[in-house]
């Protein structure tokens, strides 16, 4: 099984990865593909995605019992703990205007 979320991806790449998955949600593909599929279809993703993010996860013999890549800018990146892969969240920004004084009022 291989499932691939885009997020703000350029019209041109959805309807490619269309054509070999099926969309089941806005950005979310799903689909049963080889290895060499996936990874052609992955690179057209990265080649792809613009200013977007995505993820590709597939099925595969881990404790999990699944993989995951991430491509782009995203809060959460993958990071791995004791040989399991994780999600971490980075900080949020901050916004850099001070407050105005009625903002500052608790």
Same mark, same amino acid.
Request: aromatic share 8%; hydrophobic share 40%.
């Given at each position: 099984?291989? =499932? $691939?979320? =885009?997020? /703000?991806?350029?019209?041109?790449?959805?309807?490619?990865?269309?054509?070999?998955?099926? +969309?089941?949600?806005?950005? =979310?593909? =799903?689909? #049963?593909? %080889?290895?060499?599929?996936?990874?052609?279809?992955?690179?057209?993703?990265?080649?792809? $995605?613009? +200013?977007? /993010?995505?993820?590709?996860?597939? %099925? *595969? /013999? *881990?404790?999990?019992?699944?993989?995951?890549?991430?491509?782009? *800018?995203?809060?959460?990146?993958?990071?791995?703990?004791?040989?399991? #892969?994780?999600?971490?969240?980075?900080?949020? +920004? #901050?916004? %850099?205007?001070?407050?105005?004084?009625?903002?500052?009022?608790?």
């Amino acid at each position: 099984m291989l =499932v $691939i979320v =885009v997020e /703000n991806a350029p019209p041109r790449l959805r309807g490619r990865l269309a054509v070999w998955l099926l +969309e089941i949600r806005a950005g =979310v593909y =799903v689909g #049963k593909v %080889s290895r060499r599929i996936r990874e052609m279809i992955w690179e057209q993703v990265q080649a792809g $995605i613009g +200013e977007g /993010n995505a993820l590709v996860s597939w %099925s *595969t /013999n *881990t404790e999990a019992g699944f993989d995951f890549e991430t491509f782009g *800018t995203n809060r959460r990146i993958p990071c791995e703990m004791d040989g399991v #892969k994780l999600v971490s969240f980075l900080p949020e +920004e #901050k916004s %850099s205007e001070p407050l105005e004084a009625e903002d500052q009022m608790v």
